[in-house]
């Protein structure tokens, strides 16, 4: 990556004014008008989010200029590289309010950064009896991991549930959690209801106990603030897909005195000191956990997606998305046999509903015959899905380039729907 630019950003010399939807679109190709095809109404950002011109050319100026491995070559193609890659790390630093760039670990994704804490943190620390603490709203890459911990070590998962509302049940937190604990895995927002977890509350709690706490980042990073020390939480995960840069990449961070404790749970490659047959020992962190040939492409675009998110300033995207959310679920309620899921107290722009007598996944498909693209399911949830009663919900999650005109389409969509699909 070369150094930081407007024009590297994408954003307009006037970046300090206040952006609004439509210009913010105009920077995703993916969205832009073309004659013969239809306006795209994309409601589908929590699984991912379509890619700002910004991180395209990133990744373009890297496979066309900047083509070579990291770390290991002493040519000055290879030193470039390195360097581009390395500037991505501490871009991650910057975004996330960690000091230190070796904290951060890139990984493939959320789910493998999550992996990697239970097998590594876990072998160390979690032992038969010891308790992991999840919430009922977690993502299934939340939950498994710690299943597959709790077999090999013999650990217990106690789970938290939520309320009516989809607020989770502070009290059962304070409850659960005790001297066996040892870590806490929960999610920042909710993928399925928008719940916005108070999670400096639970690692004060948590911490009180004597545990860790990995919070589950991946629907935050595009669309709320995040600042490790002001979490107060231990471990980090997010996903540069879901937060307007590549697929197959994304980050742990971890503190540095955590990261010096745990072992290698992959080997091979860059995260060796030294090899012989007898003995290896191990590179320090954060290369200890990178083995092989890491996502170089990737990791470069995630570092030109997280600048284009601070550039873009993420609580200004979230004042857009927010008022879009509301205008959806509110129209979605007025509308005969339609019922919005959740009401949690502080949300993100994520609208889950059903409608009565109408399976999720036909309704997606004829919303999608109009042009809007919804997901539906159980959105890797599903104990969350079985606490809502309903084994399928459709879901419209908005992103900071959707707009007004993309709320009245899905409200129309859904009326037409039904009257297609009428039973």
């Known amino acids: 990556m070369a150094e930081r630019s407007e024009a590297d950003s994408g954003l307009t010399p006037s970046a300090a004014a206040p952006l609004s939807s439509a210009e913010i679109r105009e920077q995703f190709p993916a969205l832009a008008s073309q004659p013969g095809r239809p306006r795209l109404v994309y409601l589908d950002n929590a699984s991912t989010t379509q890619k ?84 009922e709203m977690e993502h299934h890459s939340n939950i498994v991991p710690w299943q597959l911990l709790r077999e090999r070590t013999g650990a217990r998962l106690s789970v938290v549930p939520v309320d009516e509302n989809g607020d ?33 509350q639970i690692a004060e709690i948590a911490h009180a106990a ?27 995960a997010f996903s540069g ?4 840069g590549p697929s197959g990449i994304g980050i742990l961070w971890a503190r540095r005195e955590l990261l010096e404790e745990m072992p290698p749970w992959a080997g091979g490659g860059e995260m060796i000191e030294s090899v012989r047959f007898e003995r290896t020992t191990f590179a320090a962190p954060p290369y200890r956990f990178e083995a092989g040939t890491p996502p170089i492409s990737g990791a470069i675009g995630l570092g030109a997606a997280v600048e284009w998110i601070e550039d873009a300033d993420v609580d200004r995207l979230a004042a857009l998305e927010r008022p879009l959310g509301e205008r959806a679920r509110i129209g979605l309620a007025r509308i005969a046999r339609v019922r919005v899921l959740g009401n949690p107290t502080e949300r993100c722009a994520i609208v889950p509903f059903v409608v009565d007598g109408i399976h999720a996944h036909d309704l997606a498909t004829v919303l999608d015959a109009g042009g809007v693209a919804v997901r539906a399911g159980h959105h890797c949830a599903q104990p969350l899905a079985e606490r809502l009663g309903t084994p399928a919900t459709v879901r419209a999650s908005f992103a ?19 009257e297609i699909l009428g039973r």
């Open 400 to 418: 900071a380039y959707n707009t007004a005109e993309d709320v009245e389409a899905l409200l129309t969509g859904v009326e037409r729907s039904i």
């Open 241 to 244: 897909h879901k937060a307007y």
């Open 168 to 200: 989770l049940r502070l009290e059962e937190f304070v409850r659960r959690c005790g001297p066996r604990t040892r870590l806490v895995a929960v999610t920042l927002i909710s993928n399925v209801l928008g719940t916005v977890n108070p999670v400096r």
């Open 52 to 135: 700002p011109r910004a991180v395209l050319d990133a990744l373009d100026r890297h496979h066309h200029d900047g083509c070579a491995n990291v770390h290991r070559g002493l040519y000055s193609l290879a030193l470039r590289a390195t360097e581009d890659y390395e500037r991505s790390r501490r871009a991650v630093a910057r975004f996330i309010g960690a000091g230190d760039p070796n904290e951060i670990v890139f990984t493939r994704g959320t789910t493998e950064a999550i992996n990697l804490v239970a097998a590594s943190f876990g072998s160390v620390r979690v032992r038969s009896d010891d308790e992991i603490l999840l919430t």
């Open 210 to 236: 004597g545990a860790k706490v990995l919070v589950d980042a991946a629907q935050a990073a595009a669309h709320h603030p995040i600042d490790v020390e002001a979490l107060d939480c231990d471990f980090l």
